[in-house]
């Protein structure tokens, strides 16, 4: 049983599932993704979010408390992006990179982005690249490096993507990002996954000053809308919440370890937000959950690999436990 090829480049393919399973069950439920089901609850937005356009200085003030919340002593070094895809697909057109390493089981939005450019994309081992990708803790597998692992990976540049990184900060090297003797280290950060506020389109790249004015000089005036600057000015402000929220990530996730095993899964990787899972016959379970109306994520290199996100209220846990019973 083939997995149709939709599903197999990123999560969040709503529209092809309902396309592909017509019968399923609605609403649907979106466990592809690994973003927070239960998100940062967003202050009331003034009118002037929508009607006006965004204020540079609220977005100096958002790139200030985002650099508090990272641990970067100098906000010049962090620039806000509407999310770090959009960084992402920006960088490779902004440095002159001839041969970049990445692994080839990470997340896929880099070595595309890079190819587009023109760049060769080479084995994460190869020490001839101009140029290191690492996705820290890595999605999908989960593995997580301690930071003087990965500024030992190599002497040369190196783009840390940390978008999962926010439920275990210590993992964090953005706090030396672009400092004095690390200007070769950049750092991505995202704000939608562990805030569950994919939908605003928030991110940050971390870099030497110099980079970083020129990643704002090509992003533009505006390059984040009104309603996402005040989430975010709210969220990493809030570090009560951010503490509490990973307390309850870790009991979800050690939560749905328990149905996936009971299901006759094996857990091989993964973070609080979302589990890396193995079974024999993962493609007839991953058709059988979307026939169910369940969305998870499958993996082009791997047919055996299955990565589930976590349900939100009590009703998604209980359709999702029923789900895999009738998986067995």
Partial sequence: MATP?????????LGAARAAWPNAPTPWLDLSTGINPRP???PVLAPEAWSRLPDPESLRALERVAAKAFGVADPARVVAAAGSEALIRLLPRLLTTARVAISARTYGGHADAWKVAGAEVVDARNSTADLRVLVNPDNPSGQ???PGQVLALTDGPLLVDEAFVEVDPALSVAPLAGAPGRERLAVLRSFGKFHGLAGARLGFLVAEP???ARVRQALGDWPVCG???????AAYAD???AARTRLRLADDAARLDVLLRQAGFEIVGGTTLFRLVRAADAPRRFEALARAGILTRPFPWDET????????????WLRLADALENLR
């Fill in 227 to 233: 309603p996402a600057i005040t989430a975010g000015l």
């Fill in 5 to 13: 090829a939709a599903f197999l480049g990123h999560g969040g393919r």
């Fill in 144 to 146: 997580a490096l301690p």
């Fill in 305 to 316: 690999l299955i990565r589930f996100g976590l349900p939100g209220p009590q009703p998604d």
């Fill in 239 to 241: 570090a009560a919440w």
């Fill in 210 to 212: 110099a980079l970083a």
């Fill in 40 to 42: 940062y609850p967003v």
